[in-house]
């Protein structure tokens, strides 16, 4: 038997299936009337404000504090005596001959340590700060701020939003009153 034979009919099947109005499509009433989820009434007022705060982008970093003044510091010149010694001595070998280069290598040491000496005294500062500790600073705030803090009063309750614009001396609210699942509070 051939399988062409076989198709032909399935497909005239489904095709009077699929054309009819009913065919697996059924129309959706939504949830029983106790499942159904009601709307809370909302209307809208006007609360006065109460006071509105620019907020600006910010960031941390961190700075160099110092407590008192900068105090006198007695400088090593350790380092620049003997690279001058050194190069001095350097200098003064490829100068002479014989005992002549002995003292001008000895004459150059000497005359270079005095310069290093020097040069290492006069660079650098002179004092140094006091009591210096690493603090986090806060900065920011150069541009326009990116919102405002709004207190605000409605009905004798003081409320707070941050909003993107300033609302003015006016701000408009949606109220909306709903009961809760909790059981009632008695006072005795």
Do not use: W
């Amino acid at each position: 038997m051939k399988t062409s034979f076989l198709l032909a009919p399935l497909a005239m099947a489904m095709a009077v299936v699929a054309s009819s109005p009913d065919a697996g499509a059924q129309a959706y009433d939504g949830p029983p009337p106790q499942y159904a989820q009601q709307r809370p009434p909302v209307s809208f007022g006007y609360a006065n404000v109460l006071r509105v705060t620019p907020v600006y982008d910010t960031y941390m970093t961190t700075e160099q504090q110092c407590d008192g003044p900068p105090q006198p510091v007695r400088k090593d010149t350790t380092g620049g005596t003997v690279l001058g010694a050194i190069i001095g001595g350097a200098l003064g070998n490829t100068v002479g001959k014989g005992d002549g280069r002995k003292a001008a290598t000895i004459g150059g040491a000497v005359i270079g340590g005095a310069i290093g000496h020097d040069v290492a005294r006069n660079s650098g500062p002179d004092y140094v700060p006091s009591g210096c500790r690493m603090v986090q600073v806060q900065r920011g705030g150069d541009g326009p701020p990116i919102g405002f803090d709004v207190e605000y009063d409605y009905k004798g309750d003081v409320y707070t939003a941050r909003m993107p614009y300033d609302p003015g001396n006016r701000i408009r609210v949606r109220v909306s009153v709903v009961p809760t699942d909790e059981p009632p509070r008695y006072r005795r």
